[in-house]
């Protein structure tokens, strides 16, 4: 997979792409990212990237003519057929899709992603409706600039690259999978209880299950009982519901989506009914 990210501060992404699984994905190979400086596509000898914005305003406007020419240089397919030839070219924007795990496995299967940095009070708009195919936003709240989303969409969806994580299954227990491997939109308790405990199950769309280590009792908080007793079936029961119950502590609106067995609905009953 190839990634080029286009930004006015390419030194910033010195840090959060040379450390852990997106570092050892570049050395593997698996993928590989380029820092694009927009500033390199400038014509003046000020390298001027933003203006004024038409009609008035407070802030400035990134220019459309440099990131045009930055991303054509790429040589991609044009914008109606890349979604067919694997590629995608991204606006990091407040205004855009929020970005989760979903989006993040279908980005994954990409081959070549372009993935462009706002920065100032926004954009000009030809950018997001005429040279982007998508625009998208990691949260409901504003950041300086696109450099940090940016950072965490490679990061989301680089360790979804075969490859990259050396145990593959433990990407389909994580918190918001909910990937076909169980089959079908609704999980059976059977499709689930036919894995190990101590495996995956899919997470189903939920959030995690709690996860112990050793010491076994830690200034007086214990692991629960179940996880040291051996009995496979009982610690995947216990895994499952704590899921629930952390899912409708933490983010109950998963449930709208969530691929649930007739056991889970069950213990959510139960859980919601005290």
């Not at 769309?205 to 076994?216: I, M, S, V």
Request: aromatic share 6%; glycine share 10%; net charge negative.
């Amino acid at each position: 997979m190839e990634v080029h990210i286009i930004t006015i501060f390419p030194d910033f992404f010195r840090g959060p792409l040379d450390y852990g699984i997106v570092r050892r994905a570049r050395e593997a190979g698996l993928v590989k990212i380029e820092i694009r400086d927009l500033r390199a596509f400038t014509r003046d000898r000020h390298r001027t990237v933003d203006d004024r914005p038409f009609g008035g305003g407070e802030g400035m406007v990134l220019k459309p003519e440099p990131i045009f020419e930055s991303v054509e240089a790429l040589n991609l397919a044009p914008r109606e057929e890349r979604a067919n030839a694997k590629q995608s070219v991204v606006l990091l924007s407040a205004q855009g899709k929020r970005f989760d795990q979903k989006l993040a496995s279908e980005i994954a299967g990409l081959e070549r992603l372009v993935l462009i940095c706002g920065r100032y009070e926004g954009v000009d708009e030809r950018v997001g409706t005429s040279l982007a195919d998508r625009e998208i936003s990691i949260g409901d709240y504003v950041l300086s600039g696109g450099e940090l989303g940016a950072a965490v969409i490679v990061d989301t969806i680089t360790r979804l690259i075969p490859g990259a994580v050396g145990n593959e299954a433990s990407t389909r227990q994580e918190s918001f999978f909910a990937g076909p491997e169980l089959g079908g939109n609704e999980l059976s308790d059977k499709s689930v209880r036919s894995t190990r405990a101590d495996s995956t199950c899919g997470s189903g769309g939920l959030l995690d299950y709690p996860h112990y280590t050793r010491q076994a009792e830690f200034r007086g908080m214990k692991v629960p009982e179940v996880l040291v007793n051996g009995n496979h079936e009982e610690i995947r029961r216990w895994r499952r519901r704590s899921a629930l119950e952390k899912t409708l502590r933490n983010r109950p609106d998963l449930f709208d989506e969530a691929r649930l067995t007739e056991s889970d609905r069950e213990w959510r009953s139960e859980i919601e009914g005290g």
